[in-house]
């Protein structure tokens, strides 16, 4: 019986003529609807013309703003630091201990001989070389603004600054009486105040997860995180990128900033 | 069974051939309607898959370019329209309050500094990814004055939920005066 039936995928079959000829139809009509319709509908020059609108629906990179007013430049220096997670790859871009442990002893009368003092000023050891790196190259283009920083940053080469934060990252972070992590964690550390666009200290600073180029704040001292987060909320530190902690530090009731600073302050 | 299936085997197959018309025409009919849909809901709701592809750097939003800090917000264009633009990045949008005046065109500029974001502007059909690498670029206006909230609608880490902003839809004439004393606008602070 099979021999008497026409071919399945054949043109003479009509089921397969037809079926395939519908098909057909439906998807150039689909395409011109999806890659010529729609986009000419569109009001924008750049989807006018047949290749054009082909091009755009299809995906091609272009240039959408037309003719804008031109670009605000700032009005004082900004972060011109390039964060990536590549950015000490390299013998050279990730530092020599040695030669950052030399060029730490300009340092050590305020960070302590090994990182850690008692003067209020962050604790370096153990901070991560973004971080530090970060800081450094702020202070050396003036973004962020330190009468006792910028004159120690002053000739110092993007080599020195590298050897510097592969140094201070490297020394042992001072483990304190472990008090902190037997403390209470306050709600703006935990969790945040999502009501109010308030992201939790954890989610970037913490050990829930961490942000490149935002520090470990483990045990700094209280009034040197408590002058910052001020100094973010009310624009007088502007070196964040895009006003990240900006942002969050503006936010924060003088309850969450004494709270979270406290925290991290551990007994300090 | 298998004798009467058999015998009737001319009956089964007009039987069969009806059936897969019907359903031929009815996956085609089907088909036609969600393709009118698409083309309905693009028309006349601008529900448009945005296609306006453009790339950017998102390691130096900060050094150059329209995304610098201080070019962020609402701009007034020579021609009246307004240009919005916004970085999105873990865990916030800058600015974090955005004007704009109502029944103005605006044009909304945006990219993200890290991970995948989502803009979405309730009350309105504005709903866009937000991709590092990319710049997402969308059109519209707003009829009435308002105020609308802005949440961040692509899981983007463990602060997700705390990343929202702030549209105010303000009167065309309250713009216009705001904007005489600067050259970029926010109602940040």
Known sequence: MNAHRPRLISFRNPWFSASVGAISLLFLFSAFVGFVWLPSAQDDALFKGLLNAICSAAGRPGAWLGEAAPAVPPKAPVSSVVLTPGMFDGASAGGSIGRGATLALRCTMCHGARGVSAANTPDLAGQYAASIYKEL?????????SAIMAPMVVGLSDQDLRDLSAYYAALPRDGGSGERKMQPVPTIVATGAPMRNVAPCESCHGDMATKLGAPWLGLQPRDYLKSQLEAFAHGGRHNDISAQMRNIARNMTPDEINASASYYAGNR | MAQTFSANSHDTAALTARIEKRWAFLMVGIISLLVAVVIFTSLHWAM????????????????????????????????GSITVRVV?????????????????LITFRVTSADVIHGMLITGTNINSMVEPGYISTFKTEFKQPGDHLMPCHEYCGVGHEAMWANVKVVDKDVFSKMALNTRRLTCDF
Do not use: W
Request: charged share 15%; with cysteine; glycine share 6%.
């Open chain 1, 137 to 145: 190259r702020d202070f050396q283009s003036a973004a962020r603004t």
């Open chain 2, 48 to 79: 448009m898959p945005p296609s306006r592809v453009e790339t950017i750097n998102p390691s130096t939003l900060h050094l150059s370019g329209e995304f610098v800090e201080s070019n962020l917000g609402s701009a007034v264009e020579p021609d």
């Open chain 2, 88 to 104: 999105g990045q873990q865990y916030s949008f800058t600015p974090q309050c955005i004007v704009v005046p109502s029944k103005t």
